[in-house]
T-cell receptor, first 110, second 114 residues
């Protein structure tokens, strides 16, 4: 599996956009980018995934660079409830083995 | 609510005890997973069941024994655990069809081994 690199922590002001970067420079052509988050002492929550096109859902937007070596998760209007650890995961097509790293601890401040 | 429930939510057990963790998914999924999350460590995948058959066992000690009696239920049987097995145990499920299947996690069981 491709390895991902994320900053260990980030802060964001409430109401502002939170932009969480992820580097996956060794990603293969059949590997998807997934984002999950884990609020303290809860199970991880699926946010969004993509292959090569940018994606948007009710929670977030995912921007993947053209060379697919990095991506950014965007929370457009962060709230205090978005404080969590955010995981960027790269996983091959049709493979249920999800490898979590250390993630980025996002703290949204009032 | 994710549609995945786990019981108990908290468990304290001695090293000589035998206990079981239970997971139930109400999503109609056909794959289920056990993960372990120790303090300050990433989630570790322990077991994967697909269509009620175990397809992955990531070098987990035999004192952890999974059971998947049907596609909705998953158990983790515990016996003669060690204090270092204290962790948050998470269950997840997914629907294996096509190329992409996100996993839905339960709230976890916080296990303390004394």
């Amino acid at each position: 599996d491709a390895k991902t690199t994320q900053p260990p922590s980030m802060d964001c002001a409430e109401g502002r956009a939170a932009n969480l970067p992820c580097n996956h420079s060794t990603i293969s052509g059949n590997e998807y980018v997934y984002w999950y988050r884990q609020i303290h002492s809860q199970g991880p929550q699926y946010i969004i995934h993509g292959l090569k096109n940018n994606e948007t859902n009710e929670m977030a937007s995912l921007i993947i660079t053209e060379d697919r070596k990095s991506s950014t998760l965007i929370l457009p209007h962060a709230t205090l409830r978005d404080t969590a650890v955010y995981y960027c995961i790269v996983r091959p097509y049709n493979n249920n083995d999800m490898r979590f790293g250390a993630g980025t601890r996002l703290t949204v401040k009032p | 609510e994710t549609g995945v429930t786990q019981t108990p939510r908290h468990l304290v057990m001695g090293m000589t005890n035998k206990k079981s963790l239970k997971c139930e998914q109400h999503l109609g999924h056909n794959a289920m997973y056990w993960y372990k999350q120790s303090a300050k460590k990433p989630l570790e995948l322990m077991f994967v069941y697909s269509l009620e058959e175990r397809v992955e066992n990531n070098s987990v000690p035999s004192r952890f024994s999974p059971e998947c009696p049907n596609s909705s239920h998953l158990f983790l049987h515990l016996h003669t655990l060690q204090p270092e097995d204290s962790a948050l145990y998470l269950c997840a499920s997914s629907q294996e069809s096509g190329a992409v299947y996100e996993q839905y996690f339960g709230p976890g069981t916080r296990l303390t081994v004394t």
